[in-house]
C-alpha cells in the first residue's frame, strides 16, 4: 500500500538558517503529494501541494518538487524564521478530493533567535 | 469564517464508556474524514465519507463508527472506549475535483481512556 516517510525529528536550527526536510513515498501511479503545518495546539494546514511530476509547491517562502525518478518531495525554506516553529507532516492522496490522506509521521522543527 | 468545528476539545471517558466526537463543516464540502493523531505515527484514516448517506473504512477502523446523514455533519462514536483509543482526534473536509485536493482540518478533540 501508500506510505510516506519523513526524516527523523526534532530538528533545531537558528534564524535564518537553511531547511531541508525530507519525504520519499512509496505509492503506484500518480498521486498528489502535499506538505500540511500544524501551530500548537491547532489543527493541520495545507502549506503546499504538488500534483504531477516536476511541479513545484510554493507558499510563505517554503518549496517542495515533486520528483518521480527519485519518490521524493522534499520540503525547503532558505532562511527560517522564529514563526516557523510547527510540526511539518507530509502527505499524499488520490482521487477527487482530499478524503484519504496518507501521511508520514510528522516532523517538530524549533527555530531559535 | 467557522471552517470546519469539532466538539468537544478535551475528554477524558473511563474504559467501557461510549461517546460521539461531533464534526461539522459549512464549507458544503462533499468528502470528510476522521483522523486519529498518536505520537511518532502521523495521522491515520478511520473512515470517511463522500457524501451524504456514503461512508467507508480507513485504516484503522475498530472500534469505531460513523455516519453522514447529512452534507455539513460527520459524528465520530466510539462503542465501547479503551485506553488504545486515547489519542488526538481530527475531522477534515475537502471539496470534489482534482483542482480542490487541500483538507480543511478542525482543531482536534484530546481523547484520554482511563
Known amino acids: 500500500g501508500d506510505s510516506v516517510t519523513q526524516m527523523e525529528g526534532p530538528v533545531t536550527l537558528s534564524e535564518e538558517a537553511f531547511l531541508t526536510i525530507n519525504c520519499t513515498y512509496t505509492?503506484?501511479?500518480?498521486?498528489?503529494l502535499f506538505w500540511y503545518v500544524q501551530y500548537p495546539g491547532e489543527g493541520l494546514q495545507l502549506l503546499l501541494k504538488a500534483t504531477k511530476a516536476d511541479d513545484k509547491g510554493s507558499n510563505k517562502g517554503f518549496e517542495a518538487t515533486y520528483r518521480k525518478e527519485t519518490t521524493s518531495f522534499h520540503l525547503e525554506k532558505g532562511s527560517v524564521q522564529v514563526s516557523d516553529s510547527a510540526v511539518y507532516f507530509c502527505?499524499?492522496?488520490?482521487?477527487?478530493?482530499?478524503?484519504?490522506?496518507?501521511f508520514g509521521q510528522g516532523t517538530r522543527l524549533t527555530i531559535n533567535p | 469564517n467557522a471552517g470546519v468545528t469539532q466538539t468537544p476539545k478535551f475528554q477524558v471517558l473511563k474504559t467501557g464508556q461510549s461517546m460521539t466526537l461531533q464534526c461539522a463543516q459549512d464549507m458544503n464540502h462533499e468528502y470528510m474524514s476522521w483522523y486519529r493523531q498518536d505520537p511518532g505515527m502521523g495521522l491515520r484514516l478511520i473512515h470517511y465519507s463522500v457524501g451524504a448517506g456514503i461512508t467507508d473504512q480507513g485504516e484503522v477502523p475498530n472500534g469505531y463508527n460513523v455516519s453522514r446523514s447529512t452534507t455539513e455533519d460527520f459524528p465520530l462514536r466510539l462503542l465501547s472506549a479503551a485506553p488504545s483509543q486515547t489519542s488526538v482526534y481530527f475531522c477534515?473536509?475537502?471539496?470534489?475535483?482534482?483542482?480542490?485536493?487541500?483538507?480543511?482540518f478542525g482543531q482536534g478533540t484530546r481523547l484520554t481512556v482511563v
Open positions: 477534515a473536509s475537502s471539496g470534489q475535483g482534482h483542482l480542490n485536493q487541500e483538507a480543511f
Open positions: 502527505a499524499l492522496g488520490r482521487g477527487q478530493g482530499a478524503q484519504k490522506l496518507v
Open positions: 505509492a503506484t501511479g500518480y498521486p498528489s
